[in-house]
């Protein structure tokens, strides 16, 4: 498949952040959908066939977290891979990320090489 086949669903509560990922992507050729907060994210997901998730954790209305336990307690929404992609760098919350579903964690500032891997990773 080529990228143009999958859809990113891209949420963080800063503006910056979404359109830098945003553009990013889809000059790599991607659909992107683009959410602020997590409640927004969950509704794109039960509106939308989404590929792949790259999701903050601190987030207002519904932190990542809230969103990883939605997509958990839903069949339709449980297989979709979610890669964390947040400045908070805590082991704990590192762990709790990734026993909570997701199957990646990257850093921000965002190295787009580790993302652009890790993407091709999970969608294949």
Do not use: H
Not at 2 to 16: A, F, H, K, R
Request: charged share 25%.
């Amino acid at each position: 498949m080529s990228n143009s086949e999958y859809t990113i669903l891209v949420v963080d509560d800063n503006q910056m952040n979404v359109d830098m990922l945003s553009r990013r992507l889809q000059r790599d050729d991607y659909k992107v959908i683009e959410a602020f907060n997590g409640r927004e994210a969950v509704q794109c997901l039960q509106d939308n066939s989404v590929d792949l998730v790259l999701l903050d954790v601190m987030m207002p209305v519904m932190d990542g977290l809230g969103v990883l336990g939605v997509m958990q307690g839903e069949d339709e929404l449980q297989d979709i891979p979610v890669i964390m992609v947040t400045a908070k760098n805590e082991r704990d919350c590192i762990d709790r990320c990734l026993e909570w579903g997701a199957v990646d964690y990257i850093i921000k500032p965002i190295n787009m090489v580790k993302l652009r891997a890790s993407i091709q990773t999970y969608l294949k």
